[in-house]
């Protein structure tokens, strides 16, 4: 049987040609990295060039690696390169050589440590296989390879994202849904942990999925993890969202004839919206990595996952149950981590602890249930709150309510005002007051207008 070689060195010599007649050629192959290259010289050539950021004559190239402190060997692989040089025609091919053979090196490099894994004794065997699925996939994923970059790519990336903001009007990630709380955490932004946290009742299921009809219907695709719900009723909770039917109209078979009209219509668009559905209530941390690996894998455009909820997740290890802390710091920690894996957000629901409805104030991050690690490792902290005992009002059951912004690593923090749908399950932009009374002035809820005002 025929072997592929692991490394092809004229390709490596072409590919570098073709960028010393048409230097921009680095910056449009910039998925290429010094590593991808066999030969040392090679690979020092190339990175020269990378920090040149596609401007450079032969004679500043040369400076370059000089300065560097460039061997004869690689001077000598230069002066190849330029002797060889005929066109740069065949680069894009020349480079996805260079690529492919790196990567078949490189599985050869995991299956060494995939075996060397599998001989480990006293090991779980879950944690093992996890290990082994995060050593093969950046594989999977070439565009996933991390290299260090240069001050000249660092600037140009910042100033790439600076125009992003004004373009999208200050967001830069997956949207909220909601324009103003959108504005005031940019969105959610890739490689970070965000903790959507309330009490039982206060609807951060439905805010959930609210945020992933919103990604999707922009094009991002979404994984939601659901250890509390089966996909059947997620589905349906989304579908009366989409057509603006209360969910309880869905139940007993008492839905008009329009309003069916108006169910197969949200039917239709849920059908084409990019979201991922997942139910095992019995997911551990493992699980949820490798199934977001495995969406990843044939959907390029997976770009936010959702955990609802955290508390209800397991590790491989059951740990003893004074040592829950030790076992939901373990999962939060996972979460970030997957996050900095496929470089995309991940939301994560939260419990509460009772001490927010003893002390009937607004929920803080020290209520964050069961262990500190969450807020530690989270990025962003949102905390749903309504002062009061207002109820449900009107044919929608309006109830005001608030999106407390209590932690943001890349942003301000704030109160943002919204307002609950009960019987459609949805949110929106609030009208009343953005932020609460001041600390010392006693709050008293006014049930006749369901807003809480200030004591005189």
Known sequence: MRRVPLHDIEAERALIGAAIIDPLLVERLAHVQPSDFYLTAHAEIWAAMQSLSGVWEPVLLRAELQGRGAGEAT????????????????????AQVVIDRA??????????????????????????????EATLSPLADRSRTVEPVGSPVAMRRALEWIQRQRDQGGRTGVTWGLPTLDARTTGLNPGELWVLAARPGMGKSALAMDVAVAAAREGTSVLLCSLEMPIEQLATRAMCAMARLPLSRTRGGALAEDEMERVQRAVEEGAALPIWWYDDQDATILDIRATARRIRQRDARLGLVIVDYLQLVETSGRQRPEARHLEVAQISRGLKKLARELGCPVLALSQLSREVEKGKR??????????????QD???????????????????????????????????????????????????????????????????????????RRSR
């Open 103 to 132: 990567t078949r090196r490189r599985m050869v490099e995991a299956a060494d440590r995939i075996r060397e894994l599998a001989t480990r004794p006293a090991e779980r065997v879950a944690e093992l296989v996890d290990e082994a």
């Open 362 to 375: 607004p929920p803080q991050l020290s209520d964050l249930r069961e262990s500190g690690a969450i807020e």
């Open 378 to 452: 989270a990025d962003g902290v949102l905390f749903i709150h309504r002062e009061g005992e207002a109820e449900p009002e009107g044919p929608r059951g309006e109830v005001p309510c608030w999106a407390i912004v209590a932690k943001a690593r890349n942003g301000p923090t704030g109160w943002v005002p919204l307002r609950f749908l009960a019987r459609l399950t949805i949110f929106e932009e609030g009208d009343h007051r953005p932020e609460p009374p001041a600390p010392d002035a006693p709050v008293v809820v006014d049930f006749t207008k369901q807003r809480p």
């Open 75 to 94: 001077m000598q692989a230069l002066l190849e390169a330029e002797s060889s040089a005929i066109s740069a025609v065949h680069a894009e091919q020349h």
